[in-house]
């Protein structure tokens, strides 16, 4: 039962899914056909409205172009203060961490070594040893398995 209402759950919720694809992708047609008919629109007005009226047209052009170099201009100015910013941040604050990291882990490497070398290595060889001793011993017949 449960496993049904599952299938069922994930069922809807695909047809939801390709309902919204589908209404996405209707709005973006008909906004394009929208903006090429106002752009084929204000193309044919150009050509045959009055030579003053398209130099109003032209002039209020430039000045919507003038406006959006000076927003562009601005976003520009503060995503180039965001990144001197971010040089800041990894300059100051994430180098001397990774710093103190990289130190930690070259302490932590010498340890591992002296450990080794001090610590693992006798015992491996004193295990050794035991070890060949025990099989000489059982190879003479003085000890059984």
Same mark, same amino acid.
């Given at each position: 039962?449960?496993?049904?209402? @599952?299938?069922?759950?994930?069922?809807?919720?695909?047809?939801?899914?390709? =309902?919204?694809?589908?209404?996405?992708? %209707? #709005?973006?047609?008909?906004?394009?056909?929208? /903006?090429?008919? /106002?752009? %084929?629109?204000? /193309?044919?007005? @150009?050509?045959?409205?009055?030579?003053?009226? &398209?130099?109003?047209?032209?002039?209020?052009?430039?000045? $919507?172009?003038?406006?959006?170099?000076?927003?562009?201009?601005?976003? +520009?100015?503060? +995503? $180039?203060?965001?990144?001197?910013?971010?040089?800041? +941040? /990894?300059?100051?604050?994430? =180098?001397?961490?990774?710093?103190? &990291?990289?130190?930690?882990?070259?302490? +932590?490497? #010498?340890?591992?070594?002296? @450990?080794?070398?001090?610590?693992?290595?006798?015992?491996?060889?004193?295990?050794?040893?035991?070890?060949?001793?025990?099989?000489? %011993?059982? %190879?003479? #017949?003085?000890? =059984? =398995?």
């Amino acid at each position: 039962m449960n496993e049904e209402n @599952l299938t069922n759950a994930e069922t809807q919720k695909d047809t939801v899914d390709e =309902k919204e694809k589908r209404a996405a992708v %209707i #709005g973006i047609v008909v906004t394009v056909i929208v /903006l090429v008919g /106002l752009f %084929i629109w204000g /193309l044919v007005s @150009l050509v045959l409205a009055e030579p003053e009226q &398209t130099a109003k047209v032209r002039d209020i052009f430039i000045i $919507i172009m003038a406006f959006e170099s000076l927003v562009i201009g601005a976003a +520009l100015i503060i +995503l $180039i203060i965001q990144i001197a910013s971010l040089m800041n +941040l /990894l300059q100051n604050e994430i =180098k001397p961490i990774m710093d103190a &990291t990289n130190q930690t882990v070259n302490t +932590l490497r #010498g340890t591992t070594a002296f @450990l080794s070398e001090n610590m693992v290595e006798p015992v491996v060889k004193l295990n050794a040893s035991l070890a060949g001793l025990q099989r000489f %011993i059982e %190879i003479i #017949g003085i000890k =059984k =398995k």
